[in-house]
């Protein structure tokens, strides 16, 4: 039974955690405070931590440092589960050490994924040889392939086929050194990569890399990358299937391919040809995240419909 240590002040949200997780068959010790979970740490032995940020005498990331310097949980996996979930926070938690973050109020099943994996990680980073150099999206969260190839502090080439289209990630020393993806360069083909919900990757070692177009260090590019994340999973089908457009509002594409900006006269022929949303991410000519934007807005309003469907060509 896995050991899960859980530091929260609410004890409404410490409570319905801790519930959650008993009933899913962990091992859990609940505390309010920081200092009385450390002082337990070394008689319950968690094998992982989740912890609220905004807490009163130790905040998350002052409890996230000390519980780096106790020699056996230096690699003990950390998640931030917080309502403090702002681009800037996240970054502190990431060059912070913390494994993962998880906004409040959280996906149960969606927390259960990311806690397994990290704990499944942790006790063998050997434990499967497909996480590391081949595998699946729907299995394998690109946020968790770049953390262990960046555990690893490995150099190479991740390849990422996604409806018979490739990107391509350069690693130097497990730092993002190059993205690139059909028509996106550096971190706008990173933040492709994180709206994808199937595909297949593959990662192979090696120095040859091309020349370097990602400046961005690798905790601001995971924050951004988990909100663009965040939306597209709101949109877009997560884990299975995907996504086809079945209407769009005939106004909505006059408006749009009579507008005088041409970016948004192209997001109307998109919205036109494209089959899925995926696609119509994937093809438009600027930001990731200003067109998930978009396309939330177009969805909540009714003026653009999708399907969900099993079928996909990954």
């Known amino acids: 039974m896995n050991k899960i240590m859980i530091v929260d002040p609410d004890s409404v949200s410490l409570k319905q955690l801790n519930m959650q997780l008993t009933a899913g068959g ?8 920081p200092a009385d979970a450390l002082t337990a740490a070394e008689v319950f032995r968690p094998e992982l931590i989740i912890s609220e940020i905004n807490i009163p005498d130790m905040n998350g990331f002052a409890f996230l440092s ?5 020699e056996r949980m230096v690699r003990i996996p950390f998640i931030f589960l917080s309502y403090q979930a702002d681009t800037q926070t996240k970054i502190k938690a990431f060059e912070s050490t913390a494994d993962e973050f998880i906004a409040k109020p959280y996906e149960y099943k969606d927390l259960l994924v990311r806690l397994n994996l990290q704990i499944k990680l942790r006790k063998d980073p050997y434990y499967n040889p497909e996480t590391n150099t081949s595998g699946d999206l729907r299995s ?3 946020r968790l392939i770049f953390d262990n190839i960046r555990m690893r502090k490995q150099s190479g080439i991740l390849r990422v086929v996604h ?8 690693f130097k020393d497990g730092e993002i050194v190059y993205a690139k ?5 550096g971190k706008q083909a990173i933040f492709y990569l994180f709206t994808l919900q199937t595909g297949k990757f593959k990662f192979d070692e090696g120095d040859k890399i091309p020349s370097r177009n990602v400046l961005d260090t690798f905790g601001p ?12 999973a709101k949109i877009l089908p997560r884990y299975t299937g995907t996504s086809r ?4 509002e005939p106004a909505l594409l006059l408006q749009l391919g009579g507008s005088t900006d041409i970016k948004d006269s192209n997001l109307g022929k998109l919205l036109e040809t494209c089959q899925s949303l995926q696609k119509v991410i994937n093809y438009t000519e600027y930001g990731v995240l200003e067109v998930l934007k978009l396309l939330q807005e177009y969805l909540s309003d009714k003026r653009l419909i999708i ?3 099993s079928d996909f060509v990954s």
């Open 307 to 309: 399907e969900n469907t």
């Open 221 to 232: 590019l995971m924050a951004l990358s988990e909100k663009i994340s965040d939306i597209a």
């Open 163 to 170: 409806w018979g289209e490739t990107s391509f990630v350069g």
């Open 26 to 33: 962990f091992e859990t010790m609940i505390f309010d405070r």
């Open 66 to 70: 000390e519980v780096r310097k106790i």
């Open 140 to 142: 394998n969260p690109l």
């Open 181 to 185: 993806s059909i028509n996106r360069i």
């Open 245 to 248: 457009i079945i209407y769009v």
